[in-house]
């Protein structure tokens, strides 16, 4: 099979590590736990941020983090089955809101007159 050159190949055929990532974690019962995300189309993922402020961007400046180098993310999370890291995600979006009580349409009604 012919090599194609990086200029060419949208996704190259050699896999370099992204280096020392900012990764998101959340307290958990011995220490910090990595936060997962969900892609697109739903499949989980491990993010990473290759700079504090593009994690701060994207989740808050209080959201915790920690270091760690890409292959680091990928052992951490492959026994939960997550194969897909991210990196540098665009766009996050908040988690939604509890949902209230349900309003019947008659009390909508009624407070509408």
């Not at 900012?22 to 220490?31: N, Q």
């Not at 993310?73 to 009580?101: E, H, M, S």
Request: aromatic share 6%.
């Amino acid at each position: 099979m012919e090599q194609l050159l990086y200029g060419d190949d949208p996704e190259p055929s050699d896999r370099f590590p992204a280096g020392p990532l900012y990764v998101p974690v959340r307290p958990g019962p011995s220490g910090s736990v990595v936060r997962l995300f969900r892609t697109p189309l739903g499949d989980r993922s491990a993010v990473g941020f290759t700079s504090e402020r593009g994690l701060v961007a994207a989740l808050g400046a209080g959201q915790a983090w920690i270091r760690l180098a890409e292959p680091a993310l990928r052992t951490l999370t492959a026994p939960l089955g997550v194969t897909t890291v991210t990196i540098d995600p665009p766009f996050t979006a908040c988690a939604p809101a509890p949902a209230g009580p349900a309003v019947p349409a008659a009390a909508l009604a009624a407070s509408a007159r």
